[in-house]
T-cell receptor, first 113, second 109 residues
Framework: DAGVTQSPTHLIKTRGQQVTLRCSPK?????VSWYQQALGQGPQFIFQ???????QRGNFPDRFSGHQFPNYSSELNVNALLLGDSALYLC????????????FGEGSRLTVL | SQQGEEDPQALSIQEGENATMNCSYK?????LQWYRQNSGRGLVHLIL?????REKHSGRLRVTLDTSKKSSSLLITASRAADTASYFC?????????FGSGTRLLVRP
């Protein structure tokens, strides 16, 4: 039973560029949440996708956008990268509308130069 | 903004000792969860306690919840070097979890 998988694991971009991160949820899960974790901080909620719709959004600018596909996988897109976007981006999957246990991937480490 | 705040921010103990971490939060909750994160890796769920529960055990973990004080504690008994990690509490809020800033635990062999 595959857990949550994320790609790429590491990437380096320069300011102004755009990045796409990908996530495949745990088998049987239909909800994907994205978190940003700066060094030494706790994860900050970006947004959540359920039934291919953005259900909840955290306090992040419109440069951050996402998508969920019919197979429940998801993408996180960040446009016009800033130095401050450097962080570990975590994808978490769960089942349905409840706020029970989240299953996390290993994350995508983004460095913006 | 972060709902939960852990205390202490960092904790260093000897192997075999117990480790206690505390979490305070601000608004009413349905449940509170604790997660563990090894350096730079994904988070792993440890335990979930519902708002109508006061204490819960899982192996060497003991979690308490005091909704009147809006606080929770995580106790790790008989710690091991492998318990070295960051520990986060998370509270539910409208379909999402809000994480605290974490406690960094170092268990010295």
């Amino acid at each position: 039973d595959a857990g949550v998988t994320q790609s790429p694991t590491h990437l380096i971009k320069t300011r102004g560029q755009q990045v796409t991160l990908r996530c495949s949820p745990k088998s049987g899960h239909d909800t994907v949440s994205w978190y940003q974790q700066a060094l030494g901080q706790g994860p900050q909620f970006i947004f959540q996708y359920y039934e291919e719709e953005e259900r909840q959004r955290g306090n992040f600018p419109d440069r951050f956008s996402g998508h969920q596909f019919p197979n429940y996988s998801s993408e996180l897109n960040v446009n016009a990268l800033l130095l401050g976007d450097s962080a570990l981006y975590l994808c978490a999957s769960s089942l349905g509308a409840n706020t029970g246990e989240l299953f996390f991937g290993e994350g995508s480490r983004l460095t913006v130069l | 903004s972060q709902q939960g705040e852990e205390d202490p921010q960092a904790l260093s103990i000897q192997e075999g000792e117990n480790a206690t971490m505390n979490c305070s939060y601000k608004t009413s909750i349905n449940n509170l969860q604790w997660y563990r994160q090894n350096s730079g890796r994904g988070l792993v769920h440890l335990i979930l306690i519902r708002s109508n529960e006061r204490e819960k055990h899982s192996g060497r973990l003991r979690v308490t919840l005091d909704t009147s004080k809006k606080s929770s504690s995580l106790l790790i008994t008989a710690s091991r070097a492998a318990d070295t990690a960051s520990y986060f509490c998370a509270t539910d809020s409208s379909y999402k979890l809000i994480f605290g800033s974490g406690t960094r635990l170092l268990v010295r062999p």
